[in-house]
C-alpha cells in the first residue's frame, strides 16, 4: 500500500515554518542524488477532474480539525479549521493513494517510490507527491495579502484558480469571506481547485472546504438544528450535513470544481477559460515546474490588472503569487521566477512582468508576488 512518507509533529502546529531545505532530501546539487524526476521514468499525473459528487461520497464519517490561526493586514486574527493531518493519513493508510485515475502501473510505481523514501523523512516525493497534505506558510501571506486588497468581497461573476491548491488555506479565506455575506443572486462564482494530487484534493481541500462552511454563518441553520452533530474537534459527516452543504453552495451560487495532475496537462478549455483571481503559494520551488506553471498562469490569466482596477472590463485577471525568496537545495525561488516571467529563459512568449506587493524581510524572506501579463 502506498503510503505518504509524513514527518508528523503531533501537537506542533503543522504549518511549515521553514523553508525547503530540509524537506526536500534528494536536492538535484548533491552528491548521492535520487532525483526521482529523472532516474525513475516517474509518469506525471495527467489532467483529471474529479467531481464534488465523487470527492463528498469518498469523505470518512468522521474528520477531525483543528483551529488554523491567520494574520490578517489589519492586525487581527482569523481562525480557520483545518483538517488534522493525522486524521488524513490515517485514511490514507487505511484506504490506499485514494486517486481513483491511478493505474496499476502508475499505483506500483508510487508505491516504489515512496517506500525508497521511508527513511529519508520528507515533505516531498518530486513528481509523485509534491507537498500538498501540509500547510505551507506563504499560503498565510497570501490571505494577509487578499485581506488588505478586499477583493474576496466581491466575488460575484468571477472565476477563481488557485494552482497547486493542497490544504487551500487562500481559497478558504475567499470562500470564508463569500460565506459571511449574504447571498445574493446576482451572479455566480467559480471556484477552482488544482492539485498535482487527486489523494491531497479528496483528503484535504474538500475536508477544509466543508469545514470552512461548517464554522461560517452560511451554516448557522444547520449547527443549530436537530440533525447536527459534532465537537469542538471533530465534525461527523451524515447525509444532512452534505445535503445542507451542497444546499449553501447554491444559495450563495458558488461552483466548485477540483482538478488534479501537472500544471502542463491542465485543460483550460475544459475547465471553462480563463479566470478573474488566479492564486498560488509555494509552488515555484523545482526550476522544471516553472516553465509549465507560469504558461498555465498566463493562460489562466489572459489579461491583467492591479487591485486598484479590479472593477474595470469584462474579463480582467488578478494573478497572486506567494513564495519564499529562495529554497535552498532546489534551486527554484523568487529570482528563477522572475526570470521565467520575463520570459529569460528562453521562452519568449512569456512576457509578464512581475511586482512585490507584500514582503516580509526577517528570517527566510517571502514574498506576494502580482503578475501581470502583457
Ligand atoms: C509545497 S506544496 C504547497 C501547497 C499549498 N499551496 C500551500 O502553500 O500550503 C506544492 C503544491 O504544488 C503542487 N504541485 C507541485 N508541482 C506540481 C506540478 N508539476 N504540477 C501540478 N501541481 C504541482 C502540489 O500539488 C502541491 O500541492
Known amino acids: 500500500m502506498f503510503q505518504f512518507n509524513f514527518d508528523i509533529d503531533e501537537g506542533i502546529d503543522e504549518v511549515m515554518t521553514t523553508d525547503l531545505t530540509a524537506n526536500v532530501p534528494h536536492a538535484p546539487a548533491s552528491g548521492d542524488v535520487h532525483d526521482f524526476s529523472s532516474t525513475q521514468q516517474t509518469i506525471a499525473e495527467s489532467f483529471a477532474e474529479i467531481s464534488l459528487d465523487s470527492l463528498l461520497d469518498a469523505l470518512p464519517s468522521q474528520i ?185 453552495l447554491q444559495t450563495y451560487g458558488i461552483y466548485l470544481r477540483f482538478f488534479s495532475g501537472s500544471w502542463d496537462t491542465f485543460d483550460l478549455q475544459s475547465a471553462g477559460g480563463k479566470y478573474n483571481l488566479v492564486l498560488t503559494s509555494e509552488t515555484i520551488y523545482h526550476p522544471k515546474s516553472l516553465p509549465s506553471l507560469i504558461r498555465l498562469m498566463r493562460d489562466a490569466c489572459g489579461t491583467s490588472l492591479n487591485e486598484d482596477t479590479l472593477d474595470e472590463g469584462d474579463h480582467r485577471c488578478l494573478c497572486l503569487v506567494a513564495a519564499k525568496t529562495v529554497y535552498f537545495g532546489v534551486g527554484g525561488g523568487i529570482s528563477e521566477f522572475i526570470r521565467c516571467v520575463g520570459g529569460m529563459n528562453g521562452e519568449q512568449n512569456l512576457r509578464g512582468q512581475v511586482e512585490t506587493v507584500w514582503e516580509k524581510l526577517l528570517g527566510v524572506s517571502r514574498k506576494v508576488m502580482s503578475v501581470r501579463w502583457s
Do not use: M
Request: charged letters at 20%; a negative charge.
Open 64 to 248: 477531525s480539525h483543528s483551529p488554523l490561526s491567520i494574520p490578517l493586514s489589519d492586525g487581527k486574527e482569523l481562525k480557520l479549521a483545518r483538517r488534522d493531518l493525522f486524521d488524513a493519513r490515517f485514511q490514507l493508510i487505511s484506504e490506499g493513494t485514494g486517486d481513483p485515475e491511478t493505474t496499476e502501473q502508475a499505483s506500483d510505481q508510487k508505491i516504489n517510490s515512496a517506500l525508497q523514501f521511508l527513511d529519508n523523512p520528507s515533505d516531498l516525493v518530486p513528481l509523485v507527491y509534491e507537498g500538498g497534505l501540509k500547510t505551507w506558510e506563504c499560503s498565510l501571506d497570501l490571505v494577509s495579502y487578499l485581506s488588505s486588497i478586499g477583493y474576496s468581497k466581491n466575488l460575484g461573476g468571477k472565476r477563481v484558480l488557485e494552482l497547486g491548491c493542497g490544504t487551500a488555506v487562500p481559497t478558504l479565506y475567499v470562500l470564508h469571506e463569500i460565506f459571511s455575506s449574504q447571498p445574493t443572486t446576482e451572479s455566480d462564482s467559480h471556484i477552482h481547485l488544482q492539485d498535482y494530487n487527486a489523494s491531497v484534493l479528496q483528503l484535504v481541500t474538500l475536508p477544509n472546504i466543508i469545514l470552512t462552511w461548517y464554522h461560517s454563518p452560511a451554516a448557522d441553520q444547520y449547527r443549530n438544528s436537530e440533525s447536527h452533530e459534532g465537537s469542538d474537534s471533530e465534525l461527523n459527516i451524515t447525509p444532512e450535513l452534505r445535503d445542507a452543504f451542497t444546499t449553501s
